[in-house]
């Protein structure tokens, strides 16, 4: 068997120099830079001559998941998903060197440090050690490094359409930075795309063409209108109310042509119970009431939804992540996010799923990403004590 995986602070190091950005729709990003492949390969690599059943899942060219299972050999009936995303986001306007891990006053600096290739390393090492260890209530664990979490949730939807091949794990944990508490709810998210037509002609004839802004301008109106009907339908007592908001808008070519085109971008946060299909069938029908026939538009989801994560489905989870988290910390938070999460769609699937990792959101995504190195053992150890002492995931507490 190969010998153990570089100590933490290291591992974290190797996975940031190997950049995995996610393009997110576009195009003026340097190919080196671009997709995870170099992060698949880097970890494929550590797992080889390990006891464990090793699958690459192709979910766009470059872009693999990879799944790593182990099958312990005890009589433990519970199956363990751990989950991080192999992917960042772009490197744009940062003030520090994006892949050089460059350590400072017990912080490791660079894109992905926090957002999440330190939950994909602490993940990675208790896998690692549970399988080296084999220990005799050890459960079978499943470690799926998704790709495109930042972006789709492809990586994440391809995961659960391929039925897990060793079996549909009892209850998931997926790495996010949560300064190691549990995070078990949050809301869910559908971005669309509204356009409207018209026909172009010269501005000083207005009379002869069909000016697409000014349709689009009756359809934003009852889109803020529809956004004040949302927030006052019953919100979740935890989460809040259902929101909706346009945030971008494009249209037009000049000041002197009539614009036979315009766009809007809408972003719409659901609550649990909420479903993409019913909110969208929802809005469509007040569009239609609200402004007529006379006003052709199309309505299309502008990338993958992510549900909502509903905390009901995970008591038992969150009760004994939680009792293992003071086993090794003293202390722990249950709490909500406002952003989405691969957990959704796992527990959509019907895995409870709970999101935890070292980090804090505050630094994802930032101008001088870094992460505090002293949180990463102690998250590593509480995955693997987790692991052994899980149990009784499937219950439900509702
Ligand atoms: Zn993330």
């Given at each position: ?12 190091a ?10 997110m ?14 992060v ?6 550590l ?16 872009r ?6 182990y ?8 199956h ?29 600096y ?31 664990v499943?470690?799926?490094?998704t790709?495109?979490?930042?972006h ?9 359409r ?28 559908i ?13 000083s004839r ?18 803020e209108?529809?956004?004040e ?16 908001a346009?945030?971008?808008?494009q ?9 036979d ?12 119970g909420?479903?993409v ?15 007529g ?20 489905a995970?008591t ?12 090794v ?5 249950v ?6 999460t691969?957990?959704?769609?796992l527990?959509?699937?019907?895995i ?19 992460v ?15 692991a052994?002492?899980?149990e ?7």
């Amino acid at each position: 068997m190969r010998s153990s995986l570089p100590p933490l602070p290291e591992l974290l190091a190797e996975l940031v120099r190997r950049p995995s950005v996610n393009p997110m729709g576009r195009s003026d990003l340097p190919e080196h830079i671009l997709y995870e492949h170099r992060v698949t390969d880097y970890v494929t690599d550590l797992l080889r001559g390990l006891d464990c059943l090793v699958e690459r899942q192709t979910v766009q060219a470059g872009r693999d998941n990879l799944l790593a299972h182990y099958n312990s050999s005890s009589s433990s009936p519970c199956h363990l998903l751990f989950e991080a995303h192999q992917d960042t986001v772009p490197v744009d306007g940062m003030t520090i060197e994006p892949f050089a891990a460059y350590r400072q006053d017990g912080r490791l600096y660079g894109r992905g440090a926090c957002d999440v290739k330190a939950g994909l390393a602490v993940m990675l090492t208790a896998f690692v050690r549970l399988v080296q260890e084999r220990r005799p209530r050890s459960p079978r664990v499943t470690l799926a490094l998704t790709v495109d979490e930042e972006h789709s949730f492809l990586g994440v939807q391809a995961l659960v359409r391929s039925g897990f091949s060793h079996g549909r794990p009892d209850a998931a944990i997926v790495a996010e930075p949560t300064r190691l508490n549990i995070v078990h709810a949050h809301k869910g998210v559908i971005r669309w795309t509204l356009e409207t037509v018209g026909r172009a002609c010269h501005s000083s004839r207005p009379e002869e063409g069909i000016n697409a802004i000014y349709r689009m301008s009756r359809m934003v109106q009852a889109l803020e209108q529809y956004a004040e009907l949302l927030r006052q339908r019953p919100a979740d007592p935890l989460l809040g109310p259902r929101t909706l908001a346009v945030g971008r808008i494009q249209g037009g070519i000049s000041a002197n042509t009539i614009p036979d085109f315009c766009r809007i971008e809408i972003d719409r946060r659901l609550i649990p119970g909420e479903t993409v299909a019913d909110a969208e069938a929802d809005l469509l029908a007040y569009l239609r009431q609200a402004v007529g026939e006379d006003v052709p538009f199309t309505l299309k989801t502008s990338h993958s939804p992510c549900p909502p994560l509903s905390p009901q489905a995970s008591t038992h989870l969150v009760q004994q992540f939680g009792s293992v988290i003071d086993s090794v910390l003293g202390y722990h938070a249950v709490q909500p996010v406002p952003f989405g999460t691969d957990a959704a769609t796992l527990a959509h699937a019907g895995i409870p799923a709970i999101v935890f990792g070292p980090g804090d959101i505050a630094q994802a995504h930032t101008h001088d990403e870094w992460v505090d190195l002293d949180q990463l053992e102690p998250a590593a150890e509480i995955l693997y004590r987790f692991a052994l002492q899980a149990e009784n995931l499937t219950a439900v507490d509702v």
